[in-house]
C-alpha cells in the first residue's frame, strides 16, 4: 500500500527545509516550525534543509543571521545542508542566488506565464471601488496590453513588476495536516514575482529553491496557507519550464496563541526563544514543550526526548487547531527534564551562568570548582532553569564585604524576634568543636525546638536569612557546613549588627 504522506517516494528521498528570514530575534512559531521539519526529516531517514530567505534587504540584519544559526546549533536541531555545511543545491542563501531567479523569471516570460504590469497601487484601489468588486489584490488589467499600451506607460516613464497569470478555475491540495483544500483561483489574483528594480519577492524566490532543491514536502505556519494556491499554480508552471520535478506536499501546522487567545506575536515577551536560552532553559525541555504545540506523543504524557519524539512523529497526528503558549507549563516541563540530568551534567550547563553572574572566577578556580562540586547537590532537585543556580549559591562563593541580604526578607523575618532567634544561633553554634551538617543541626534543634519550644519553620527562617541572605534557599545546615565555621559565625554576627 502507498504512504499516505510519502506517495512514491521511498523514506530517504523525503527532503524537507527551514527557511527563515534573518529579520528579528528568533521566536517560538519559528522554533516549533523548524522542530516539526526536522522530526519529519528524521523520522524516515530523510535530509533536513536549512536555508537563508534573505531577499528582504531594507530588513535583513546580520545580527539576526547570526542568532539563527546559534539558535539552530543550542537546540539541537542539526541540518543536513546549509550555512557552514554546504551541500549540493546551494547556495544557501537566497541573496547568493540572483543569477538563478533571473534565468527562471526570462524561462517564464517565455512560456507565458507572467506579464508586466505598469499599475499603480492606487489605480488599483480606484477600479476596484469603481466596479463595487470585493476581491482584493490585483484585477488582471494589464493582462492583455496591447503594445500601444505598452510604448504610452514607458513614454510615461512608469516602471512595471512582473506578475505571474494564475490559471482559470479551481486548484486542490491535499494539505498534510488539513485534509483536502480548494480555492477559486477568481479569488486569487495574479501576483507579483518581482519588484520594480528587478528584485525577486518571496513569491518567486520560496518555490524556486524548493523546487531546484528538490523539496518533497513544505511543513509551514498555517499564516502562509492563503499563499498556497499561488505556489502550487507557480510549480504547475515551474514543471513545464523544466525547473521542478515535482510539487511538493504542503502542512500547515497550528498557530501558536498567546495570552487572551491572541495570535503570539513577536512583539510578545514570550514569544523570543533568546529569551529562554538567556533563562537557563534546556534545549530539550524547551523542544518538548514546543512539540506539545500542535502534537502529542500519547494522551496521557508529557515528557519525552527527541529521539523518541522522531520515532513517533506523524505529521498526520497534527491538531489543526490553535495551540496555546502556556508559560507555567513550559516550565514545568522544563523542571521535569532538569531532574533528568546528572549532578554532573548539571554542574557543567550551570558554569555559564556562573560565570556571567560573577559567581565563580572565569576560569573557574579549583577552590571554586570544589565548592560548586558540594554544593550543586544541594540544589540539584530543587531548581527548574539553570539561571536560578547563580541565586541559589551565589552565598556561598561571594566575599563577605560584598555579602547582602534581600530587603524584603530582612524586614520581614529578622525583626526583633528574628534578631533573637539569630543571636540564639550564634550562642549555641560558637562552641562547636566539630563543623558539621550533622552537629550544627542537633546544636540548633536542641536550642530552638527543644528549649525555646519552636517551630521549625519559625525557628529556622531567620537564621536562613542570616545565612543565605534569602528565605528560599539550599539545606540550612548543609549550607552552614559549606560556608565553613568561621563565615558561617560571621554571616550570624553580621546580622546582629
Aim: charged share 30%; glycine share 8%.
Amino acid at each position: 500500500m502507498t504512504n499516505p504522506v510519502l506517495g512514491d517516494l521511498l523514506p530517504e528521498q523525503v527532503r524537507v527545509r527551514m527557511a527563515p528570514s534573518p529579520t528579528g530575534s528568533p521566536h517560538v512559531g519559528l522554533a516549533r516550525t523548524a522542530l516539526y521539519n526536522w522530526a519529519f526529516a528524521r523520522h524516515f531517514g530523510g535530509t533536513f534543509v536549512f536555508r537563508i530567505e534573505d531577499t528582504d534587504k531594507a530588513r535583513n540584519t546580520v545580527e539576526s543571521y547570526e542568532s539563527l544559526l546559534d539558535l539552530m546549533q543550542w537546540l539541537g536541531l542539526d541540518w543536513d545542508e546549509g550555512p557552514l555545511k554546504g551541500g549540493d543545491f546551494g547556495p544557501y542563501r537566497q541573496s547568493e542566488r540572483s543569477d538563478i531567479y533571473v534565468d527562471v523569471l526570462a524561462k517564464l516570460r517565455e512560456h507565458g506565464s507572467t506579464y508586466d504590469c505598469y499599475c499603480t497601487n492606487e489605480e488599483v484601489d480606484a477600479r476596484r471601488k469603481a466596479s463595487g468588486s470585493k476581491v482584493m489584490g490585483y484585477d488582471g488589467f494589464c493582462r492583455e496590453l496591447t503594445e500601444e499600451q505598452v510604448a504610452a506607460f514607458k513614454a510615461d516613464d512608469r516602471s512595471s513588476v512582473v506578475r505571474f497569470r494564475m490559471p482559470d478555475g479551481e486548484i486542490t491540495f491535499d494539505d498534510l495536516v488539513r485534509g483536502d483544500i480548494t480555492f477559486d483561483s477568481q479569488f486569487v489574483p495574479d501576483f507579483a514575482l518581482a519588484r520594480a528594480n528587478g528584485d525577486p519577492l518571496y513569491t518567486l524566490v520560496a518555490p524556486v529553491d524548493d523546487a531546484l532543491m528538490k523539496i518533497t514536502h513544505v511543513l509551514r505556519g498555517e499564516d502562509l496557507l492563503s499563499s498556497t494556491p499561488r505556489q502550487v499554480a507557480l510549480f504547475d508552471a515551474l514543471k513545464e519550464i523544466g525547473v521542478a520535478d515535482r510539487t511538493p506536499r504542503f502542512g500547515h501546522l497550528p498557530y501558536v496563541m498567546g495570552e487572551g487567545n491572541k495570535k503570539l506575536s513577536k512583539r510578545d515577551p514570550e514569544a523570543h526563544m533568546e529569551l529562554y536560552r538567556d533563562q537557563g532553559f534546556l534545549p530539550e525541555g524547551l523542544l518538548n514543550y514546543v512539540a506539545l504545540l500542535g502534537w502529542a506523543i500519547a494522551a496521557d504524557r508529557d515528557i519525552f526526548s527527541l529521539e523518541e519524539m522522531v520515532e513517533a512523529f506523524e505529521i498526520g497526528d497534527v491538531n489543526p487547531n490553535p495551540a496555546r503558549f502556556d508559560l507555567k507549563k513550559c516550565e514545568a516541563i522544563n523542571g521535569s527534564h532538569m531532574r533528568l540530568l546528572s549532578i554532573e551534567d548539571i554542574t557543567h550547563r550551570s558554569i555559564p551562568f556562573l560565570k556571567k553572574a560573577g559567581v565563580v572566577s572565569d576560569p573557574v578556580s579549583d577552590a571554586d570548582a570544589r565548592l560548586l562540586e558540594l554544593a550543586m547537590p544541594l540544589v540539584g532537585e530543587r531548581i527548574n532553569k539553570l539561571a536560578e543556580v547563580p541565586e541559589m549559591l551565589g552565598f556561598l562563593f561571594v566575599d563577605e564585604a560584598d555579602f547582602t541580604r534581600d530587603e524584603a526578607d530582612v524586614a520581614k523575618l529578622l525583626d526583633d524576634g528574628g534578631l533573637a532567634i539569630v543571636q540564639a544561633s550564634y550562642d549555641v553554634l560558637s562552641p562547636l568543636s566539630t563543623w558539621s551538617t550533622a552537629t550544627i543541626e542537633e546544636a540548633l534543634r536542641a536550642k530552638l525546638i527543644d528549649e525555646l519550644g519552636l517551630k521549625p519553620r519559625v525557628a529556622f527562617g531567620p537564621v536562613r536569612v542570616a545565612i543565605t541572605g534569602k528565605r528560599i534557599s539550599p539545606p540550612l545546615f548543609e549550607s552552614l557546613e559549606l560556608l565553613g565555621r568561621e563565615r558561617g559565625l560571621a554571616r550570624l554576627q553580621s546580622a546582629l549588627a
